[in-house]
């Protein structure tokens, strides 16, 4: 766990880095990410123990999380041919951006997530995943893979599940003002706010569609039912992954409207991409963007929504 020494986190990022580069150029991609799992499920079998014998808190000794975040960043490897001696500039390139993400932790929701001294074992491993998984994509910003044209059709992809998430808050009506269950949702959680999201985010997609910003998956014709069946699936997928955090959130002890990060930031994201998959076909690549972006896109957007008085929390 490098208890010792001076500078854990950076040791076990080098670690990581070493032994991550050897899997991918000596193994392949599936070993990689058989392997990764294994370091996953080690890491909370680990702090899980530690925290046994320890106060729950994020202790700098603690070194599997650094090496489960480096891992998941090293995976851009595979997006590339690279020789040998390209793989190993661009895997040290990969290491530095990823300690200073981890050490400075500016971008959000990373700016929020060690507010909180006393963390459970997936607060610990999360740090250094959404570091991770930023590394990843800054790394495909550098070599080319997602320009501009990607974000902005990425965006717009996400938009009508973004929509959709945020009518709740801007629904200001006494109508179905009743929460669905509120012993398992929460008292926030209304019919109102869940019949809204689906119905302005199916017509956001249909209006997104009808004026060619979104193009329709070439499995299907392209009429209204097929416009409207995957407006429904994003728009569906948005509020229902929101309703699943937060059947979780009150199950984790969270009350609601308190932060948990960064499922508060991406399970909109996560129910899109788990709804409409079978649909869009997402690449590994396109998974990780869509996460980071629609991430940082909600935790500005509660910012902005607490600012305006809108949200009672920032998230």
Request: overall charge positive; hydrophobic content about 50%.
């Amino acid at each position: 766990m490098c208890k010792k020494t001076k500078f854990p986190g950076t040791i076990a990022s080098f670690i990581s880095l070493i032994f991550s580069f050897s899997s991918y150029y000596f193994l392949g991609k599936t070993i990689y990410a058989f392997l990764f799992l294994i370091l996953l499920v080690s890491g909370f079998w680990a702090i899980n123990i530690i925290h046994k014998k320890n106060n729950t808190e994020d202790h700098q000794w603690i070194g599997i999380d650094e090496v489960v975040g480096m891992w998941l960043a090293n995976f851009f490897l595979f997006e590339f041919g690279f020789n040998f001696m390209e793989a190993i500039i661009f895997s040290l390139v990969s290491f530095t951006i990823f300690r200073i993400i981890d050490i400075l932790k500016f971008i959000p929701p990373l700016s929020t997530i060690d507010q909180d001294d006393n963390q459970n074992v997936l607060a610990v491993l999360m740090d250094d995943i959404i570091a991770g998984a930023y590394t990843y994509l800054i790394m495909l910003v550098i070599l080319g893979i997602y320009n501009l044209n990607f974000l902005y059709s990425s965006f717009l992809i996400l938009l009508p599940g973004m929509i959709a998430n945020m009518t709740p808050a801007l629904l200001k009506t006494k109508y179905w003002n009743t929460p669905i269950n509120e012993s398992i949702f929460g008292k926030n959680k209304t019919r109102r706010g869940f019949l809204g999201a689906i119905i302005v985010g199916t017509l956001s997609y249909f209006l997104f569609v009808k004026y060619g910003l979104i193009i329709l998956a070439s499995d299907f014709t392209g009429g209204l039912s097929s416009i409207i069946f995957v407006g429904f699936l994003f728009s569906y997928g948005a509020i229902g992954g929101d309703l699943i955090k937060s059947f979780f959130k009150r199950k984790a002890g969270i009350g609601p409207g308190k932060s948990w990060t960064p499922w508060d930031q991406i399970d909109y994201v996560l129910g899109i991409i788990i709804l409409t998959y079978f649909i869009y076909r997402y690449t590994f690549s396109q998974i990780i963007f869509m996460l980071v972006l629609g991430g940082v896109v909600s935790a500005l957007s509660h910012r902005w929504g607490y600012v305006l008085k809108i949200n009672n929390a920032k998230q």
